[in-house]
């Protein structure tokens, strides 16, 4: 069962420590500021007095552009720019290219409380930086019953009713040389509008659990190269118990999709019955779908051979 959708936070110092900031001002506060926004914004507007759509909670980044336009106002007109840009209180400043900062930007800092910081790199490398790190450390998340491993490359996500065998087949997965990523909860993060990672909470990070023996740690038992932190979710696999029956798909030619977080991930049925390598077919499934995606589909190559021997 999925939980609700929650919406991360990541602590500025963090960040700070992450990007080796330096620390131009910071409150006393500091190690209990808290980062909402994905999104940065470069201040330019409202340094212009336009403050319409102004985020507060947003990491505010001042490169050379905004420091070139205040360079060159009039001295009170700066100060007033600045006081009415920093009176609403953003989150954080970061001064990039090691620009120094004006002395009443610095002085504002201290009068309303807002960390002031500055980078080294150019305002475009940290704009990039900084973006790809919150999208990822923010990013909505749900927590899945399941099993996540990588075969051949492929993030690939187990799903199935408790006992029918995820733990055991990521097992013998591991054992032919792939790696584990989580086991029994993953956590599932929307990093970008096309873009699910999955990855293991903290407190069962590299475990497994096997009915009748209890927990393992994959990582003593298999070595490091058995287990990865996170990988992005690129094919859901569903388990399920053999029914009799039951038309089950031959050919490949049906084309499953299974929504997480509104995004759309292909998604297959194993039915599981005893004898069967489940190991083995999720190798070639995993295979199978990297060959999709890299533009060959194999059941329809084969159904077009079908109709070329009908013709004749």
């Known amino acids: 069962m ?4 929650t919406q991360r936070t990541v602590l500025l110092s963090k960040i700070i420590r992450d990007f080796n900031l330096e620390t131009i001002y910071a409150p006393e506060n500091i190690e209990e500021i808290m980062l909402t926004r994905a999104e940065i914004h ?39 720019r600045i006081y009415d840009f920093m009176e609403r209180r953003p989150v954080c400043i970061v001064i990039a290219r090691d620009i120094e900062p004006f002395a009443e930007m610095l002085d504002l800092a201290k009068k309303f409380g807002i ?24 990013a909505p998340t749900i927590t899945r019953h399941g099993v996540l491993v990588e075969v051949y490359g492929e993030g690939v996500l187990i799903l199935g009713d408790s006992g029918i065998g995820k733990s055991e087949t990521a097992i013998e997965l591991i054992k032919r040389g ?15 509008e096309k873009t699910l990672v999955g990855r293991a909470p903290a407190i ?17 038992i298999f070595g490091m190269g058995a287990v990865k932190e996170s990988e992005k979710i690129q094919l859901v696999i569903n388990l399920e118990r053999w029914i009799d029956g039951k038309a089950y798909d031959r ?31 999720l190798e070639i499934a995993a295979m199978n779908s990297r060959l999709k995606r890299m533009g060959y589909n194999t059941a329809e190559e084969f159904n077009k051979r079908l109709e070329k021997l009908y013709k004749h």
């Open 204 to 220: 069962i990070r590299h475990y497994s659990e096997l009915r009748g023996i209890g927990l393992i740690d994959v990582r003593r």
């Open 2 to 5: 999925d939980t609700a959708v």
């Open 178 to 192: 792939h790696r584990l990523i989580a086991d029994d909860a993953v956590e599932i993060s929307k990093v970008s």
């Open 115 to 138: 960390p002031l910081l500055k980078t080294k790199i150019s305002t475009n490398s940290f704009v990039s930086n900084i973006i790809s790190t919150l999208n990822v450390e923010l």
């Open 251 to 281: 050919m490949g030619l049906e084309t499953e999709k299974m929504s997480i977080l509104g995004i759309e991930i292909p998604a297959i049925t194993i039915p599981v019955s005893p004898g069967r390598n489940l190991s083995v077919v």
């Open 42 to 80: 470069r201040p330019g507007l409202p340094l212009t007095g336009f403050f319409d759509y102004f985020d507060p909670l947003r990491m505010q980044i001042i490169g050379l552009s905004e420091s070139i336009y205040l360079e060159k106002l009039d001295p009170q007109v700066r100060r007033q």
